[in-house]
């Protein structure tokens, strides 16, 4: 058997990182410097992670000075939350980009939005009622 873990992304400025994914809900579930290696590892997601949920890696390289290239490969996180236009309201008051107002998705009726983060990661918000 096996189970989806996390998705790691690299981040330049990891307090900015994290207060962002603090306004979409998440937190902080452990942390690991590794001075020889000179990074930090912070994984975030929801609760406790009980149940094992997927989680985001976050690596911030003590050094790095450049900036990354997020690729063409990646297109976003999705998180469920109950109220989509509470939450990109939230994520506007503490200081996030909103690039797709909520509303209904193109050709269906599932309400979604896109918010992104500090470094440029997009996240999708599907609105989930019974969450």
Known sequence: MSTYLHTMIRVRDLDRSLAFYRLLGMKELRRME???????????????NEHGQAE???????????????G?????????????????????QGGGKVTREAG?????TVVIAFVQDPDG???????????
């Open 72 to 92: 063409n490969g990646f297109g976003h996180f999705a998180i469920g939350v109950r109220d989509v236009a509470a939450a990109v309201e939230e994520v506007r």
């Open 56 to 70: 985001i890696e976050l690596t911030y390289n003590w050094d790095q000075t450049e900036e990354y290239e997020i």
């Open 121 to 131: 990661y997009k996240v999708e918000l599907i609105e989930k009622p019974n969450l």
């Open 34 to 48: 590794v001075r020889e290696g000179r990074f930090t590892l912070v994984y975030i997601g929801f609760n406790d």
């Open 104 to 108: 209904p998705m193109k050709f269906g």
